[in-house]
């Protein structure tokens, strides 16, 4: 008898490949156009980072009646993306045939393995951070997802980054990490992050309330956001983990309630079904599609471990504190680092949540300044060179000169 399930599936393998066959030719047969641009942003997950700065630049100079604009989406009908976009999902037939259509792609994250550019298309990889953890050909070990092969993940990155023409950098340490990192022979576009621009142009009270109040923010309340990042080892599957944290939420809340409120945001990669209820009056639970850089605006203090959200703050110059519970056993076992963290960071680092409590409250002495004033020069000289809030329109200014 014949098993229907190794039919299905051999249907499924020769549809798809069929589909890759047809798309390998269609990248000879057709050229891309100058006037269609192709943004993703998070692989597709959500409207947010630095694609999402440089897109809505061009709104804002008028420019989507002259170019075409496509998203590339997990979920199309779910996302709202303002203007009037073309929306695509990610690997099927409509997504394929932008790629091969666009004369420019703006993408934060890797490609998908099978994607062909043309030659005459041009890619503006904009990435999603400064590095504190090694990246790419940097790592001597991969652990992701159950991932263990080094050798594999290295020329996986190679092969994906040999397609960028334009690399953006926040500042010169991270050139050089990127050049070493990534094999990256293009050019290097050292304008910093253009989803940073917001933090550097739109600081004043007004704008800020204006976005408490589309979350739902409390303006009675000081806002500590908490930022962690994922953790390599913790996962559900391939590109899906765990949220990953020592923090009791419940000491958090009954010591700090009165005074504070506080926004968790996972790291885009984290799918984990949390049930905050009980925190309601405490904790407001953030939805996905919330853009991290206006979470940074209506906070007071950030909270975080080993995430580049660090870098992106320090423009505000506001509080930082660094929860990293597993420190020796995260650089040791997971990641390894660019730099001293405890040496460099301006901000205290601790272990559990009684003496993150003791931090917080510490900070209403006003000696935040007087401890961490020096590293916060240091780290901001160093961190935040290029940032200057133009960025965007640089990048824009560089789609035009093509057209």
């Known amino acids: 008898m014949v098993n229907k399930g190794f039919i299905k599936g051999f249907v499924r393998k020769f549809v798809k490949y069929g589909v890759r066959a047809l798309y390998y030719i269609g990248t000879y047969i057709f050229s891309p156009k100058d006037n269609i641009i192709l943004f ?124 960028w023409q334009y690399l953006i950098s926040q500042n010169s340490y991270s050139s050089e990490i990127f050049k070493r990192a990534f094999a990256f022979n293009g050019e290097m576009l050292e304008i910093g992050y253009p989803r940073n621009d917001i933090l550097v142009n739109n600081k004043d009270k007004d704008f800020i309330d204006g976005i408490k109040s589309k979350f739902n923010i409390p303006k009675d309340k000081k806002v500590i956001l908490y930022a962690p990042t994922w953790r390599d080892n913790e996962y559900y599957g391939s590109g899906e983990y765990k949220f990953a944290t020592e923090m009791d939420f419940d000491e958090m809340k009954e010591s700090l309630s009165d005074d504070y409120v506080l926004i968790v945001k996972y790291h885009y990669l984290v799918k984990d079904p949390i049930d905050w209820k009980k925190y309601d009056d405490f904790i407001i639970e953030c939805d996905a599609k919330w853009d991290i850089q206006e979470l940074y605006l209506v906070s007071d203090i950030l909270i975080t471990d080993y995430s580049s959200v660090m870098f992106d703050y320090a423009l505000l110059r506001r509080p930082m504190i660094f929860f990293a519970y597993d420190l020796d056993f995260y650089k040791d076992s997971l990641r390894d680092f660019y730099f001293d963290m405890i040496e460099e960071v301006p901000g205290p680092i601790v272990e559990d949540t009684a003496h993150l409590i003791q931090e917080i409250r510490n900070l209403n002495n006003g000696d935040y300044e007087s401890k961490y004033g020096q590293k916060y020069d240091a780290f901001q000289n160093k961190f935040n060179e290029f940032d200057k809030g133009t960025a965007s329109k640089q990048i824009i200014d560089l789609i035009k000169e093509r057209k």
């Not at 990610?90 to 932008?98: D, E, G, I, T, V």
């Open 40 to 163: 993703e942003s998070s692989n597709g997950r959500n409207y947010t980072g630095n694609p999402r700065f440089i897109y809505e630049e061009l709104l804002r100079q008028g420019l989507d009646k002259e170019y075409e604009c496509v998203w590339v989406c997990m979920n199309p009908d779910e996302q709202e993306i303002p203007g009037n976009p073309k929306k695509v999902k990610k690997s099927h037939f409509k997504f394929l045939y932008y790629t091969i259509k666009s004369g420019t792609w703006v993408l934060d994250s890797r490609h998908l393995y099978y994607l062909r550019k043309n030659k005459k298309t041009r890619y503006i990889q904009t990435w999603h951070g400064t590095p504190l953890k090694k990246l790419g050909l940097d790592m001597d070990y991969v652990n992701m997802s159950g991932n263990h092969d080094i050798e594999r993940y290295h020329d996986d990155f190679k092969k994906n980054s040999a397609d």
